[in-house]
Structure formats: C-alpha cells, structure tokens
C-alpha cells in the first residue's frame, strides 16, 4: 500500500484460500466505507450497482477492530438473507459504537453477474490503524 | 515452509518440536515439495493450534494444508474435556459441514453424450446456484426446527430422497445432540430460503467420468469401473453455518478472559468444552451440520428429478457423503487407552480405516469412502480409510487441492467465456451465472490435486480407488 496517497480509496489483498479487504480514508469511518465497498467488489463491480434502497446499521463493540468486523459481517448477513448488494456507505462512529447507511438494491443475476459471495468477516489480518500521514486503514481477510 | 523448520520423520511426515508455548508438536503429512509450497502462515497456523488447552498429542496438517484463519485449512487438533479442552469456533470455520457427497448413475460415457447439453441445462434449471439465488422450499419456524434436528433424515421423511440413502451419510444423515435453540434467529432467517441451493465459490455439482482405478479389489468392491458416470455434489451449511460461525466467533473471542485463555490468534476463538458456551456452540454447530446434511439431500433430489427427465433408467444410489469442516465426539486410543475426544476438522475429511464402527455394516472390509474435489477442467479422486491413518490425524485425510493463486490473480490470467469455451473443446459443460466466478475458479488457480492425493496416499493417510474427470460442471 502507498501510504503517501491521501485519497480514500479500497483495494484487496491476496490470502491463500480466501480473499482480504482494505479501506483507507481520511477517518476511521471512513476506512470503514471504503472497506465496505472492498467487501462489495468481491462479489458484484460496484459500478453496476444502483443505489436506489437503504438499510441502516448498528454496531457495538469493545474495540475498533471487533467493530469492525461486526460492520462488515451486519453486511454481509443482509446481503445473503435479502439477497441485496450495496454500492454506497455512510458510517458514523462514536466511542466504538457506529451507526451506519447502506444504499444498494435487490441482486440482479444478469445485470450484476455476481460472482463469490462472502461467508463472513473473520479475524484473520485483522486492523484498524492510523498511518503516520494521518490516514486510517480498515482490513481483514474474509472467507469466501 | 522452510523446511529447516521441521524435522523429517520420513518421506511424507514432518515434525515442528514443541517450542514456546506449544504444548504437543506440529505434524504436516505431506511431501517434501508440498511442504516447501505451503505458505509460511501454514508453519504460524499449526503451531498456534499447538498452544490450545487441552490438545492431544499433536497439531496436524495434512498434504493440501494452506493458510487459512486461525487453523491452517487442512488441519487437524482433538481436545480432550477431562483435560481442560476447548471446542473452537475457528476450528471448524464459517462452512459448517461444507461436504462431498457421490452418486452412482449406472450409465456410461456413451449414455451421457446423446442427451450432455440437455442434461447440462436442466441441471442447472433445476439446482440453485450463485450469488442470490433461492430454494424453493420456504422453512417457517417449525420445519426449521425440525432441520436443524433431523438433517439428512428430516430430508428424507419430507420426500428429498430414499431411506436407503441415509446408510451411505455419515451420522447416519443426522448429527446428535443439536440445539436449534441455540441457533439465534437471524442464523436462521438467513437460511429459510436458501435450502437445496449450492451456493458459490468453490462449491459445484458436477457430473464426472471415472477415468482410472486403482488398487482393484477396492474399486471393485464400491462397484466402480472406468466409464461409469458418477454425480458429485459440493456445498455446505449455507447462510445458517455462516451466521453461526460469526456470531460464535465474537462470543468465544469476548469470552476467553473469562476462561483463561490466552488466544496467539483471535481467530482460534474457543471456550472449555464443558462451559456453557462451549456447550452452546457444540449445539449449534451440531444444528449446522444436519442443515448441510439437508441441504446436500434435498439438491441429490433436484438431480435425481433431472435424471429422471431425460435419462429415466439411470439409478442415482448414493456412494457417500463426506464433510469437512466439523468438531466430533470421537473414541481413539492414545498410548492403550481408549479417550473420548472432540476432533477439530477444518478442510479435513474424516477418513476412518476398515472396521471402523461408524462406517456402514457393508463398507466395513473396505473402510471409509473419502472423496477429494478437484477443479472444473482437472481431476477428482475417491480414496479409502487406512487402518494405518487411525493412529495418524485420528483417522483423517485431505479435502481437495487448495488455491495457488488469489482469485484477483486468476481474473488476470484468465476471462470466464474463455474458460468456457477451452474447457468445452476438452468436452467439459460449464454452466454458471458468472463468467467472473469462472475466472475465479479457473482449473489452473488451483494446486496439483494430483499431488495432494499421492502424498496422502504415500503419507498411508487414505488409499487411492478411482479418479474421476468432470463432464458437466454447474458452479455458482
């Protein structure tokens, strides 16, 4: 990663069997956002996505890095039980509580050619941390 | 792996000496080159099972083992609950009971041919497969109840199938002792309309060729000659395994203070076996596999209707179904005496030697069917429990080849429609809804499935039967 480049942006990282997430921006949350949008293109280009449905969030936990697990996987389980794709975040967080938006639709086979679907966010390269450029980077492996 | 890290015992067994705080040594039952392919993390992996309370004489990988999270994929550990064992959430992995089952046909070759494209296209009509699809079966609350308890069995009394089918299961198609209260409702909410779906990935259904046996008397004896037409199917516990695994993780993560645990990875998130949350997650769990059970009967259904269609004398009997990713109450002997221990597989088969009380009264001379996935365009293999593996991993073998590449990679190596047709022209049907998922899982993305079965044949982990190719491949 170039932690010298300030915009925030996502990308992935190789892991034998599965696949890992990163997010980076300028804030916590919004490391939370771009990894969120990391966890979308593993299955669907969230280009294709339109964004005219939202869901809210909320998560808990003792830590930033559980907290963010616990987004990823709130995701992840209203992807699979409402067969829905998401391609644009809002996440607030406080004292590592968030409250997060999430705007996407219904999947679409043939529009969206979707391909793996994510199981679940595990603990696997697990970090939320801060660069020294003041950038915050959100990442761990998920299982696919 | 550096293999100046391990200790050679013999051809196929290394050795990592206990160090630190690893409380038994590490075991890889592989060959030199497998080992020396394995991934560093792999080395981290299995000697940070080692340091689990309550491990039993050793942290195991076998021939396929590759980095996973928390255990290496290919690993195995058994705890003991007189000794202060822990069950682990991580141990067993989000894919509760993920598994291969195999079907007899009764046809050849030069039965399939005729009528491939047709069979290919209602095969996939008919078997759910990819990101969003759903089954056609609803569960309210009481009949995901009754699931969650009776697995395969349940199946079967709801017309998925044969009775006949539920001696070729493991558990006898039904795991004891699940808990479906212990399943929280958004575990089941995700599940109630994915039952009789394959899911994505590298999970498949496909209809393969037996191109070489081996060691005759064994083939002989599961009935299978070159040119039989087998069906192979590969899925797991859905959604419902997926919330499990998540949900328990996090418990077990927060939990472990509590116990005394100190965790090297939070990924091998884990709670004495005799707590409550052990007790717990050993119920859901449970629960998990009958759901996979299930869910792998009702899709034989959905292939046997599709059969029925278009080739109405073929006979789909089932050979076995196997599962990978589980934690079992099992009797082993360790030194003379027999111990009852709750063995960990994680992207591990259950490979039982001949006598074996759990394995069917008719496969008993032969020993457990073990059945290994390969790729969509390479091979799969069928092997046997030995009795030599009983005092090995706890009688276990490898699952399937494991990736060589990510699947970012194998999307620049490879376009979906290419696969497709390169792999046509070599007389293999795909049929998936995404041409990137194709890419993805490209025959060359994956390892030497070849190899990882030698070894474990060579390591005297499981015996070799049959190699089959695929002919038709629905992926999701």
């Known amino acids: 990663m170039d932690a010298s480049e300030p915009s925030p942006r996502w990308e992935h990282f190789p892991h034998d069997a599965d696949m890992g997430i990163r997010g980076i921006g300028h804030s916590k949350a919004a490391a939370f956002e771009q990894a969120a949008l990391a966890l979308t293109a593993i299955t669907i280009d969230p280009d294709k996505i339109h964004p005219n449905l939202k869901r809210t969030f909320s998560c808990e936990a003792p830590d930033d890095e559980l907290l963010f697990v616990d987004w990823l996987n709130a995701l992840v389980c209203e992807m699979d039980t409402h067969k829905m794709v998401f391609a644009r975040f809002h996440v607030m967080i406080n004292n590592h509580q968030m409250e997060a938006s999430a705007w996407g639709e219904s999947v679409d086979r043939q529009r969206h050619e979707p391909a793996v679907e994510v199981k679940g966010a595990t603990y696997t390269e697990l970090s939320v941390h801060q660069l020294p450029n003041g950038c915050w980077v959100a990442q761990c492996v998920v299982d696919v | 792996m550096d293999l100046s890290l391990l200790t050679p015992v013999s051809e196929h067994e290394w050795h990592i000496l206990p160090t630190g705080k690893m409380r038994v040594p590490g075991i890889v039952y592989a060959s030199e080159d497998l080992?020396?392919?394995?991934?560093?993390?792999?080395?981290?992996?299995?000697?940070?099972?080692?340091?689990?309370?309550?491990?039993?004489?050793?942290?195991?990988?076998?021939?396929?083992?590759?980095?996973?999270?928390?255990?290496?994929?290919?690993?195995?550990?058994?705890?003991?609950?007189?000794?202060?064992?822990?069950?682990?959430?991580?141990?067993?992995?989000?894919?509760?009971?993920?598994?291969?089952?195999?079907?007899?046909?009764?046809?050849?070759?030069?039965?399939?041919?005729?009528?491939?494209?047709?069979?290919?296209?209602?095969?996939?009509?008919?078997?759910?497969?990819?990101?969003?699809?759903?089954?056609?079966?609803?569960?309210?609350?009481?009949?995901?109840?009754?699931?969650?308890?009776?697995?395969?069995?349940?199946?079967?009394?709801?017309?998925?199938?044969?009775?006949?089918?539920?001696?070729?299961?493991?558990?006898?198609?039904?795991?004891?002792?699940?808990?479906?209260?212990?399943?929280?409702?958004?575990?089941?909410?995700?599940?109630?309309?994915?039952m009789g779906t394959l899911g994505s990935g590298n999970h498949y259904l496909e209809i393969q060729e037996v191109v070489e046996t081996f060691h005759d008397p064994l083939s002989q004896q599961l009935g299978i000659q070159n040119g039989d037409i087998l069906v192979s199917i590969h899925c797991g516990s859905r959604g419902l395994g997926h919330q499990i695994g998540t949900e328990f993780l996090k418990k077990m993560v927060m939990a472990a203070g509590k116990y005394g645990i100190t965790l090297p990875d939070r990924e091998l998130a884990c709670a004495p076996i005799d707590s409550p949350l052990g007790q717990e997650y050993l119920g859901a769990m449970r629960a998990a596999i009958n759901c996979a059970l299930a869910n792998r009967q009702i899709v034989t259904h959905l292939v046997r209707q599709a059969f029925a269609d278009i080739l109405p004398h073929a006979d789909l009997r089932l050979m076995y179904d196997v599962s990978h990713n589980t934690c079992k109450v099992e009797e082993h002997v360790i030194g003379n005496q027999s111990r009852r221990l709750f063995v960990h597989r994680k992207g591990a088969t259950r490979a039982f030697g001949p006598g074996h009380p759990d394995i069917p009264p008719d496969l008993q001379a032969i020993g457990q069917p073990v059945l290994i996935g390969g790729t969509m365009g390479t091979f799969s293999y069928l092997l046997v429990g030995t009795a030599e593996s009983m005092n090995m991993a706890y009688g276990s073998a490898c699952h399937g080849a494991g990736r060589s590449m990510s699947r970012h990679q194998a999307t620049r190596l490879w376009q979906g429609g290419a696969v497709i047709e390169d792999l046509a022209k070599e007389g293999i049907l795909i049929r998936s809804p995404s041409k990137r998922g194709v890419a993805e899982e490209a025959p060359g993305a994956y390892k030497d499935v070849t190899a990882v079965v030698d070894a474990a044949e060579a390591a005297q982990l499981a015996r070799k039967v049959a190699k089959m190719r695929p002919l038709i491949c629905i992926k999701g």
């Open chain 2, 35 to 194: 080992v020396r392919e394995m991934d560093h993390k792999v080395y981290e992996q299995i000697t940070n099972v080692a340091t689990l309370p309550g491990i039993v004489q050793a942290s195991y990988a076998m021939p396929d083992a590759h980095w996973g999270y928390g255990f290496p994929i290919g690993g195995v550990a058994a705890f003991d609950a007189n000794r202060g064992g822990v069950v682990s959430a991580g141990g067993v992995g989000f894919d509760i009971s993920c598994g291969v089952r195999a079907l007899y046909t009764g046809l050849k070759k030069k039965d399939i041919e005729p009528v491939k494209q047709k069979l290919a296209d209602i095969l996939y009509r008919n078997v759910p497969a990819g990101v969003g699809s759903t089954g056609r079966l609803h569960l309210d609350t009481k009949g995901m109840h009754a699931m969650l308890s009776g697995g395969a069995q349940w199946a079967v009394k709801h017309g998925y199938g044969r009775p006949e089918d539920l001696h070729r299961i493991e558990e006898r198609g039904c795991m004891q002792g699940a808990l479906p209260d212990s399943v929280s409702d958004q575990a089941k909410t995700r599940q109630q309309d994915e």
